[in-house]
């Protein structure tokens, strides 16, 4: 078996591979050689693995997608009622404060009361008012 020389004199093998050193060579005393790390591949049980890290990720989307629905359809509620409490409390008022009291509505008509106006009209049309009998 003759070798041929490779880069700066080192012999090679046959098959093109330098000579091993004496770290690679085994004794008896080392006991049987391990098997190959990931020598055998178990095709079943890497596509389920990856079935279920498939799942698993579309369940993390899914649940993330609908916490945040919540979350924002909250935050939304809370914004308009907010926003439509102060606003109602502001109409409220101004309507309240016009209903129950006098004020010009232009040069030459006056408002007066609710109340006032309806006990009017029950008087003029034969109703009767509160308090009072025919």
């Not at 012999?11 to 770290?23: I, L, N, P, R, Y």
């Not at 809370?78 to 004020?103: H, M, P």
């Not at 003029?124 to 509160?130: A, S």
Request: no cysteine; proline share 1%.
């Amino acid at each position: 078996m003759s070798g041929h020389h490779g880069h700066a004199g080192e012999q090679v093998g046959h098959h093109g591979h330098e000579h091993a050193d004496a770290w690679h060579h085994h004794d008896a005393s080392e006991g049987l050689p391990q098997e190959e790390h990931a020598g055998t591949t178990s095709i079943s049980a890497m596509a389920k693995g990856l079935v279920l890290i498939i799942v698993a990720t579309v369940g993390l989307v899914a649940v993330t997608m609908l916490y945040m629905n919540h979350h924002i359809d909250k935050l939304r509620r809370e914004r308009v009622n907010v926003d439509l409490s102060s606003e109602y409390v502001g109409y409220k008022a101004a309507s309240t404060k016009r209903l129950e009291g006098f004020g010009w509505v232009d040069a030459s008509t006056v408002h007066v009361p609710v109340k006032m106006a309806q006990d009017r009209v029950l008087k003029r049309y034969g109703g009767e008012v509160k308090g009072e009998t025919k």
